[in-house]
């Protein structure tokens, strides 16, 4: 069992930051990629930002240069740096990884979701 959990959503003024957290545990051999994804109301889940194991990242066109991603791979975290947010950023968040497991399998895991509200 597998479990991502997010923290750092909250609600910011346009141009402010916010700082997204996402601790994985369980039965985690290794976690390969990571990545946030977004999904505001009425729209699809869209791939934010991704990180390799080996720290190589990808950003969508409309984060680029403003948001950063990272991750600590001893304390199996990755976060999302935000900056000067617009109220288009606006929505819920999702950590996802693909881990394996100590029992060899390879899976795809979500979190919850925290909520990220850009508004004056």
């Known amino acids: 069992q597998v479990t991502l959990v997010e923290s750092g959503g909250g609600l910011v003024q346009p141009g402010g930051s916010l700082r997204l957290s996402c601790l994985a545990s369980g039965n985690i051999f290794n976690i390969n990629r990571m990545g946030w994804y977004r999904q505001a109301p009425g729209k699809e889940r869209e791939l934010v930002a991704g990180?390799?194991?080996?720290?190589?990242?990808n950003y969508a066109d409309s984060v680029k240069g403003r948001f950063t991603i990272s991750r600590d791979n001893a304390k199996s975290m990755v976060y999302l740096q935000m900056n000067s947010l617009k109220p288009e950023d606006t929505a819920v968040y999702y950590c996802?990884?693909?881990?394996?497991?100590?029992?060899?399998?390879?899976?795809?895991?979500w979190g919850q979701g925290t909520q990220v509200t850009v508004s004056s």
């Open positions: 996802n990884a693909e881990v394996t497991t100590y029992s060899s399998r390879t899976g795809d895991y």
């Open positions: 990180i390799t194991s080996g720290g190589s990242t």
